[in-house]
């Protein structure tokens, strides 16, 4: 399937340009209150395939490494002001390594909080085992039963803010994830852009690349931030990952979990702000 992207939004700025990569089940509007921070850099974001605005076929067997394919189609278009520093979440994190490898003349760095890459035969997160697309996925399972409409934006708001996990989120990063992950209907309620199947598939497919053995190959600069590390999450081995990496550097921020740069844009900017032009 060849790179199909149709949603790329220019969050504002100028300067060399920072590309945006969401993690599964949000979109590129969930970067914006991190690139309202970074008015000397020129920021792009896009939605992945079946999320946002950018539509999926409903017979794509999902496949990250087209996730990563997408990323180096968009970076390849940004090209003007020189290679990009892509900045990638969870699934889109490992979308950036993906195309970091693929194309590394598109890139002048990465920063990567907590990729979804594994060793090979670990288990993704959600409980399959690496390239399992089978079942006994909580995650997925969870995003099946996903509630997809609210009244309102603002009910979907209120929802989201009074328990986990979203609660997490900064109150402008929760904005930003309710008005631009929903879109009203003709029923006057609001539904979700990415399908709770859709969303369920990502995960499953999460260990479905070869990305980890690969890691030595990277010769630009790759920051790799991590959380608080916690068993059987991301970033139990967020550390592992970045040491794979010959140009790589570890930043743990102990008092963020996986939602890290939904958590805390400010924080997260800062980091963006100060890697090397």
């Not at 999926?56 to 990563?68: K, L």
């Not at 594994?118 to 996903?146: T, V």
């Not at 991590?226 to 970033?235: N, T």
Request: contains cysteine; negative net charge.
């Amino acid at each position: 399937m060849s790179a199909l992207i149709n949603a790329i939004y220019d969050l504002g700025g100028s300067g060399p340009t920072t590309l945006y990569a969401h993690a599964t089940g949000f979109h590129a509007q969930c970067w914006k209150p991190i690139a309202d921070r970074l008015s000397d850099h020129h920021n792009i974001a896009y939605d992945a395939r079946g999320h946002g605005n950018t539509p999926v076929d409903p017979d794509w067997v999902v496949d990250w490494q087209t996730h990563g394919a997408d990323a180096a189609a968009v970076a390849a278009t940004l090209q003007d002001n020189g290679p990009v520093l892509g900045v990638g979440h969870s699934m889109g994190g490992a979308a950036m390594l993906m195309a970091a490898l693929a194309q590394p003349q598109l890139f002048r760095g990465l920063i990567v909080f907590e990729p979804i890459v594994m060793p090979p035969g670990a288990s993704i997160p959600g409980g399959s085992a690496a390239g399992d697309q089978g079942g006994g996925n909580f995650l997925a399972a969870g995003a099946r039963k996903r509630r997809s409409s609210f009244e309102s934006f603002d009910a979907a708001i209120a929802n989201y803010s009074s328990k986990p996990p979203l609660n997490v989120f900064d109150p402008a990063c929760l904005d930003a994830y309710v008005r631009g992950g929903f879109a009203e209907g003709s029923d006057g309620h609001v539904h979700l852009k990415c399908a709770p199947e859709s969303e369920a598939r990502n995960y499953e497919a999460g260990g479905n690349h070869n990305t980890w053995v690969r890691l030595g190959e990277l010769r630009i600069p790759v920051w790799v931030i991590c959380g608080l590390p916690q068993p059987m999450q991301p970033s139990s081995r967020t550390r592992a990952l970045a040491e794979q990496i010959p140009s790589g550097r570890y930043i743990e921020l102990d008092n963020l979990g996986h939602f890290g740069p939904m958590q805390a844009p400010a924080q997260i900017a800062e980091i963006i702000a100060s890697f090397p032009a």
